[in-house]
């Protein structure tokens, strides 16, 4: 067993049932141009927190540890698109399904859709395309969790607040025990990440816990 310091308490965790997974860093949240910087936001954050992400991929990678990677983004006739988000993303001008500097925004199979370059899944590598915040909506990622054994995540990418805590959430209810990596999360908003990660950790771990990326490389090596 392998034991990493962590808030609120050590976690606790078998690589062997262990999965890295890493949310939605996508050119279209994390590149220039993409529909996070069109929004508005400063990417800088996102593209930060990338070669903590790497160190665990590359970790995990050694050990033959489970990763998948998630992806938002939706069907090119934009079908399962729900109105009222597709109308939210449009507020500011630059919404989904439209063209941007990498292809239609969100759409699957655009350029800008696609993991960046640092991160890029390799052969083996669980791929899930979503089309909602959360990792479990509308996808097989529990029957592949289920089908491996896997009991616990260890989960990074973007944004802390959005996608990373409704996937959270999400597997907190279906009993896995989540570890969220402080600096190998991020959202466009600091505020909105430290609330985000304290949120994961307070009440004696209500959603799970939280650590660093040295952390776990520490622990695990």
């Keep these: 067993m392998t034991v990493i310091k962590a808030l609120p308490y050590d976690f606790t965790c078998d690589i062997k049932n262990t999965a890295l997974v890493i949310i939605d860093m996508q050119r ?3 590149a220039p ?9 400063d990417i800088t954050p996102t593209r930060r927190i990338i070669p903590a992400i790497a160190a665990l991929l590359n970790l995990f990678r050694k050990h033959g540890g489970m990763i ?35 292809g239609r925004i969100l759409v699957r199979g655009e350029f800008g859709h696609d993991i960046v370059e640092e991160l890029y899944p390799i052969e083996d590598e669980w791929i899930i395309d ?22 616990s995540l260890i989960v990074t ?8 805590h ?13 570890l969220v990596v ?3 999360t991020a959202a466009y908003d600091i505020a909105d990440h430290e609330a985000a990660i304290q949120m994961i950790h307070q009440q004696g771990g209500i959603f799970g816990w939280t650590t660093n990326c040295d952390k776990i490389i520490q622990a695990i090596q």
Excluded at 70 to 88: F, I, M, N, Q
Excluded at 157 to 162: L, P
Excluded at 166 to 178: I, K, P, Q
């Design 182 to 184: 402080e600096d190998a």
């Design 130 to 151: 979503k089309p909602g915040k959360g990792a479990f909506y509308r996808t097989d990622l529990e029957a592949i969790l289920q089908r491996n054994g896997i009991t």
């Design 157 to 164: 990418g973007v944004t802390t607040h959005v996608c990373v």
């Design 28 to 30: 279209d949240f994390c």
């Design 33 to 41: 141009g993409g529909f996070g910087e069109r929004l508005g936001n």
């Design 166 to 178: 409704t996937t959270v959430r999400e597997a907190n209810d279906r009993g896995y025990e989540c």
């Design 68 to 102: 998948i990677h998630t992806r938002e983004g939706h069907l090119p006739d934009l079908s399962d698109c729900p109105p009222s988000k597709l109308a939210r993303s449009k507020a500011k001008g630059a919404g989904i399904g439209d063209v941007g500097p990498m």
